[in-house]
């Protein structure tokens, strides 16, 4: 199993900076791609940026050049700097992982339990 543990989410005001960090721990043979959803209330969970085990970024059209996503596997953890933030930006954000429990073994989804990110305006 792998369990993912996000910090880091709080209150800032907008034009202000968070970084988030999501750590995996458990048991796992390698972690794929790891990547930052997030959910406004009422609204679905959307993408905000991946990450591949070789280092490719994809990010939602919304916070292109404001967010950076980044992973540090000698640490099993992954980061999210967000810039520039707008109070569109007030969602739970969500931790995501693709591991793979062995060497020859299926990959699977493993989600955190969240962590809030408020902006004032």
């Known amino acids: 199993q792998v369990q993912l543990v996000e910090s880091g989410g709080g209150l800032v005001q907008a034009g202000g900076s968070l970084r988030v960090s999501c750590a995996a721990s458990?048991?796992?043979?390698?972690?794929?791609?790891m990547g930052w959803y997030r959910q406004a209330p009422g609204k679905q969970r959307e993408l905000v940026a991946t990450i591949t085990s070789g280092g490719s970024t994809n990010y939602a059209d919304s916070v292109k050049g404001r967010f950076t996503i980044s992973r540090d596997d000698a640490k099993n953890t992954a980061y999210l700097q967000m810039n520039s933030l707008q109070p569109e930006d007030t969602a739970v954000y969500y931790c995501?992982?693709?591991?793979?429990?062995?060497?020859?073994?299926?990959?699977?989804?493993?989600w955190g339990q969240g962590t809030q990110v408020t902006v004032s305006s």
């Open positions: 995501n992982a693709i591991a793979r429990r062995s060497r020859y073994g299926r990959l699977n989804d493993y």
């Open positions: 458990g048991s796992f043979f390698s972690i794929n791609a």
